[in-house]
């Protein structure tokens, strides 16, 4: 008797093949058009912010803050957090149960670090008296940090469910759904770290000058 795939997977623990169908299905699933809607959403919202930032850092009143070097640790945390989830991600489409549970519980644990890491930074800037009145770019520093701390806030509570349904080792009731889960959690961590590195590009580098030239102004 041949030792085929599904006899070593055994009678009750859905293999690789059918979790992969989840990479399949859950671009097209209605949690996977509503999370895209809402990053589109998101994405307009983070723009028009940028956009105000950029027309408002040229006036009289703006005064440059240097940006805290925590933001630096926080960035590599939600890089970290991202890569993880998509591992996780291809884990649960291989049936590797045990080691999607570790990798998710990991990239969330990497988000909160992420969390306490940006209140870390505004401890720093309100301790070189960069308050959140006053200046501009203090305002829209701390106006742009929280917003993206909100976003990052939603997706753990994604997370926290995600993980409340996935067993340690088992296999999960709904291994493919199991899985959709973990890819959208993935794709939102993606966005997540997308929107953080163009906020971190912005308030680290974007300077009148280079508005100016873009916009085709002296």
Known sequence: MKDTRRDREGPGEPGP???????????GSPSGVALWFFIGVATTLFALFILSYAMRMDAADWSPIAMP????????????GSVTLQQASSAARDARWQRAH???????????????????????LLA?????????????FYLLTAMHG?????????WAI?????????VPHDPVRTASTIALCARYWHFLLAVWVVLFATLGWLTPEIVRAICGTR
Do not use: D, K
């Open 128 to 140: 070189n008296r960069v308050m959140p009145v006053g200046n501009p770019a203090g305002s829209f």
């Open 162 to 170: 995600t993980v409340h349904h996935m067993p340690r080792s088992a």
């Open 150 to 158: 909100l976003h990052v806030i939603g997706g753990l509570a994604g």
């Open 102 to 124: 570790f990798l998710v519980l990991t990239g969330g644990i990497c988000a909160l670090a992420f969390l306490c890491v940006q209140l870390w930074a505004w401890q720093a």
């Open 69 to 80: 070097w925590q933001l630096w640790l926080s960035t590599a945390l939600l890089v970290a």
């Open 17 to 27: 093949s059918h979790a992969a169908g989840s990479n399949r299905n859950h671009r």
